[in-house]
């Protein structure tokens, strides 16, 4: 399927998704538990970081409810180690002794939460469900570059030469004096470059390249 082209039925992000719950204190643990699986979210709850580190697998999407001061790894030492591992969940940081330069240290090691107890279960239930969206929506941009890098990668060098001067705006003879090539040969790259993007029309090859010519470079 095109990178360009969306799915004529979309999966509801929320059904694919797993709420992971961290805290030492089991009734806290319980209650978010409850909470969760009353608005039927999947929700796997542990006592300890390093729990969560031993069956956590990178994968799962979702969203992370983490206590910030436990016994042993806090909520942040975990984060930090999260990040360490490129490992990129979206963390809801909940906290009974949270103050602001905790809550800015979490922030600036991209926390996509921060509450402080008591809150509301609305306002937690917000927070997951935005946090979902918002993975799920990294994961959407993740496939869809994946994708695009996957038809690049089917180009021969010089259909990425033409690639480069077509998506420039260049016109097929001028492309063709500067590759010294023919025009009918520029035709021909350009329409094996359509075919392996998977796009029907040059606008489309335009928007895909430029959209995504950060990534393409690297």
Known sequence: MSPLRQPSERVNPVKLATVFVVDDDDAMLASIRFLIESVELYVKTFSSAHEFLEKYQPEERGCLILDVRMSGMSGLELQQQLNEKHIDIPIIFITGH?????????????????????????????????????????????????????????????????????????????????????????????????????????????????????????
């Not at 695009?148 to 990425?160: F, G, M, S, Y």
């Open 98 to 218: 949270g103050d602001v330069p905790m809550a800015i240290k979490a922030m600036k090691a991209k926390a996509f939460e921060f509450l402080t107890k008591p809150f509301n279960d609305q306002t937690l239930l917000d927070s997951i469900n935005k946090a979902i969206a918002h993975d799920a929506k990294k994961y959407a941009d993740r496939e869809k570059i994946k994708a695009i890098c996957d038809c690049v990668d089917r180009l021969t060098p010089r259909e990425k030469e033409v690639m480069r001067l077509v998506v420039a705006g260049k016109l097929n003879k001028v492309i063709a004096a500067e590759l010294d090539i023919s025009p009918k040969t520029v035709e021909l790259h350009r329409s094996k470059i359509m075919e392996k993007m998977d796009v029907s029309s040059l606008a489309d090859l335009v928007r895909v390249v430029l959209t995504y010519q950060h990534v393409l470079e690297e």
